[in-house]
């Protein structure tokens, strides 16, 4: 299948080069060229061109401003008959407006964010979150499997927006929680390593640290952090996009606002382009 990726971040990077291993022939358009030119993929110039590429189109886009900026470009020209999928994390609303846009122009459209990071994506093991409707995302099936361990069609476009910010929220809060109970362990003998493999086996851990636990620890022993997958401010992004939705809810969740007012403080000191696994290591030192 000829396929079109729009943003070639961290993830939309790795997604390209699964879609590229599994044979199909990927081309790519980023907003910031130079990030995507080495890549190994053919760079479109504009969103139109990989449109024009491309039967089915894929985003992965930093907010809700850009998916809504980038598909005002996609859906201008002649886009009838293609798929269109959006695996953004952004909040329900915008992938409603775009699956309303893409209606009226004749193309079809299914939001698919996804659970995991870029290992998994370049594995072809991430978690999705479907939502469309059930023909639609029927027709998108078996491209998101290539993508995907697990994919759940949870309802309506707007549906897997709402799923992806509701899973997103407890990991990522866990960081600082995370931190503040290393902080009840400062005068412990115990190294990192240890700290983390004994937390790491109570019903207190998530999943994240199985593999990401000894990362965690060898921050906290001094080392840097890992090549970033998810980086601090894409996670405070997340968080606002939390909060947003939950006021437009009519709901508050002070948790992640406290978490996010600590996350602005590790921005602040110059953390913002590193990987969350300083998060812990922060929180402990303040």
Same mark, same amino acid.
């Given at each position: 299948?000829?396929?079109?990726?729009? /943003?070639?971040?961290?993830?939309?990077?790795?997604?390209?080069?699964?879609?590229?291993?599994?044979?199909?022939?990927?081309?790519?358009? *980023?907003?910031?060229?130079?990030?995507?030119?080495?890549?190994? =993929?053919?760079l479109?110039?504009?969103?139109? *061109?990989?449109?024009?590429?491309?039967?089915?189109?894929?985003?992965?886009?930093?907010?809700?401003?850009?998916?809504?900026?980038?598909?005002?470009?996609?859906?201008?020209? *002649?886009?009838?008959?293609?798929?269109?999928?959006?695996?953004?994390?952004?909040?329900?609303?915008?992938?409603?407006?775009?699956?309303?846009?893409?209606?009226?122009?004749?193309?079809? =459209?299914?939001?698919?964010?996804?659970?995991?990071?870029?290992?998994?994506?370049?594995?072809?093991?991430?978690f999705? =979150?479907?939502?469309?409707?059930?023909?639609?995302?029927?027709?998108?099936?078996p491209?998101?499997?290539?993508?995907?361990?697990?994919?759940?069609?949870?309802?309506?476009?707007?549906?897997?927006?709402?799923?992806?910010?509701?899973?997103?929220?407890?990991?990522?809060?866990?960081?600082?929680?995370l931190?503040?109970?290393?902080?009840?362990?400062?005068?412990?003998?115990?190294?990192?390593?240890?700290?983390?493999?004994?937390?790491?086996?109570?019903? /207190?851990?998530?999943?994240?640290?199985? *593999?990401?636990?000894?990362q965690?620890?060898?921050?906290?022993?001094?080392?840097?952090?890992?090549?970033?997958?998810?980086?601090?401010?894409?996670?405070?992004?997340?968080?606002?996009?939390?909060?947003?939705?939950?006021?437009?809810?009519?709901?508050?969740?002070?948790?992640?606002?406290?978490?996010?007012?600590?996350?602005?403080?590790?921005?602040?000191?110059?953390?913002?382009?590193?990987?969350?696994?300083?998060?812990p290591? =922060?929180?402990l030192?303040?």
């Open positions: 299948m000829k396929i079109g990726v729009a /943003g070639t971040g961290r993830m939309g990077a790795a997604i390209a080069a699964r879609l590229k291993a599994a044979g199909h022939d990927v081309a790519v358009w *980023n907003r910031t060229a130079a990030k995507a030119r080495g890549l190994g =993929f053919p479109m110039e504009s969103p139109q *061109n990989l449109v024009s590429h491309a039967q089915c189109i894929l985003s992965m886009l930093s907010d809700g401003g850009a998916v809504r900026a980038v598909y005002g470009e996609m859906l201008r020209g *002649n886009v009838e008959g293609r798929l269109f999928i959006d695996m953004s994390t952004v909040r329900p609303q915008v992938a409603k407006e775009i699956a309303k846009q893409c209606a009226r122009a004749g193309a079809t =459209f299914v939001e698919c964010p996804v659970g995991g990071s870029v290992g998994p994506a370049k594995e072809g093991k991430l999705g =979150f479907a939502g469309g409707e059930a023909g639609d995302v029927a027709r998108a099936l491209l998101l499997e290539q993508l995907c361990r697990r994919v759940e069609h949870v309802g309506p476009a707007g549906a897997g927006a709402a799923v992806k910010l509701a899973v997103n929220l407890p990991l990522l809060v866990y960081y600082q929680a931190g503040e109970s290393l902080s009840l362990l400062k005068n412990s003998s115990l190294k990192p390593e240890a700290i983390m493999d004994i937390i790491g086996d109570t019903s /207190g851990a998530p999943a994240m640290l199985k *593999n990401r636990g000894p965690i620890a060898a921050v906290l022993a001094g080392s840097e952090p890992p090549p970033p997958s998810v980086d601090v401010d894409t996670v405070r992004k997340d968080l606002r996009e939390m909060l947003a939705e939950a006021q437009s809810l009519g709901v508050a969740l002070p948790v992640v606002a406290a978490a996010l007012a600590c996350y602005d403080e590790a921005s602040k000191a110059g953390l913002g382009a590193k990987d969350c696994t300083v998060l290591a =922060f929180a030192k303040k």
